[in-house]
């Protein structure tokens, strides 16, 4: 049986490891230009255009322009309101 100092530090490597493979795939400097379709179409400044899962456009029509973005691969995160939406680049 593993003491329980053992235990968190097995669950910190996971953790670490788990963050330090997410980063590798996000890349920050990402602001809104534009929401349309009801949270559906997200504009970023760099011009590319997000199509937003169904299920997260609730979250994403709240996003106004100038809101700061964390793009990590099929993942928008708004890191002003530490939201997230999935979504798939289109352009």
């Known amino acids: 049986m593993l ?3 053992k235990y968190w530090r097995i669950i910190v490597i ?3 490891g788990a963050t330090s ?4 795939a996000c890349e920050s400097g990402y602001w809104v230009r534009s929401v ?3 949270g559906g179409i997200i504009v970023l400044n760099d011009g590319t255009i997000w199509e937003v899962s ?3 456009r609730i979250d994403s029509s709240l996003w106004l322009p100038m809101t700061e973005i964390v793009v990590c691969d099929d993942k928008l995160i ?3 309101d530490n939201e997230t939406v999935e979504a798939t680049r289109i352009k």
């Open 3 to 5: 003491s329980l100092d």
């Open 14 to 16: 996971i953790t670490l």
């Open 21 to 24: 493979v997410e980063a590798l």
């Open 36 to 38: 349309t379709d009801d």
């Open 54 to 56: 169904s299920l997260d």
């Open 78 to 80: 708004n890191t002003d």
